[in-house]
């Protein structure tokens, strides 16, 4: 007895946007919060003024403008989570 074919097609490679869990942060630089931002790319990539790194590069934002924060936001090719501890530099 043979299995019927899927009719289910795969969507085709990056046709869907990932959502970046800071969308849940808001445009709005909250004061005071840690993020990993991730370069989508294995060779990194900066935004912002910023060099990102594949594996994640900690930010606080406080040390970050408003635009510097729009600008990652919006940069599809950067994924944006938040620091399980709030020290950058030991996250």
């Known amino acids: ?17 990932a959502q970046k869990p ?10 005071g ?3 990993i ?3 989508v790319a294995k060779e990194g ?3 912002a003024g910023i060099d990102f790194a594949h594996a994640g590069t900690p930010l606080a934002l406080d040390d970050l403008t408003e635009a ?9 090719q950067l994924t ?6 709030p020290d950058p530099d030991e996250d």
């Open 1 to 17: 007895m043979s299995a019927k074919p899927n009719s289910k097609q795969a969507p085709a490679a990056g046709a869907e946007k």
């Open 22 to 31: 800071a969308e849940a942060i808001g445009p709005t630089k909250p004061e």
């Open 33 to 35: 919060l840690h993020v």
């Open 37 to 39: 931002v991730s370069a």
């Open 45 to 47: 990539r900066r935004r």
């Open 68 to 76: 510097q924060w729009e600008a990652i936001l919006a940069d599809p």
């Open 80 to 85: 944006v989570r938040p620091a399980k501890n």
